[in-house]
């Protein structure tokens, strides 16, 4: 499975962004898909994750304001995020796995990573 992430950029605080993470592979329904972020400084964290049948869960950080889907026909996902804060300036990074057991605190043990897409929040 390759993911190519997209949809980042520069965005005012309270403003929004969709970024969306496209797989190769005839199985995509079959894993599940999520988003992490890294900070300048900081660890890699969590921001959400979606099962092949449409199961969401969401970081508490970003619960309210983000929001993941995917379309199982096109093999994508996406990440809907709104009322950004400049606190969620960050790298974010596609990932899928075959099992949802690795979400959300082994991202080290996920199957497959893509290149990150850069989203800065200016205050």
């Known amino acids: 499975v390759q993911l190519q992430a997209s949809g980042g950029g520069l965005v005012q605080a309270g403003g929004s962004l969709r970024l969306s993470c496209a797989a190769s592979?005839?199985?995509?329904?079959?894993?599940?898909m999520g988003w992490f972020r890294q900070a300048p400084g900081k660890e890699r964290e969590f921001v959400a994750r979606i099962s092949g049948n449409g199961i969401t869960l969401h970081a508490d950080s970003v619960k309210g304001r983000f929001t993941i889907s995917r379309d199982n026909a096109k093999n994508t996902v996406s990440l809907q995020m709104n009322s950004l804060k400049p606190e969620d300036t960050a790298v974010y990074y596609c990932?899928?796995?075959?099992?949802?057991?690795?979400?959300?605190?082994?991202?080290?043990?996920?199957?497959?990573w893509g290149k990150g897409t850069q989203v800065t929040v200016s205050s």
């Open positions: 990932a899928a796995d075959r099992s949802l057991l690795n979400w959300p605190n082994r991202g080290h043990a996920l199957d497959y």
């Open positions: 592979g005839r199985t995509f329904s079959t894993y599940s």
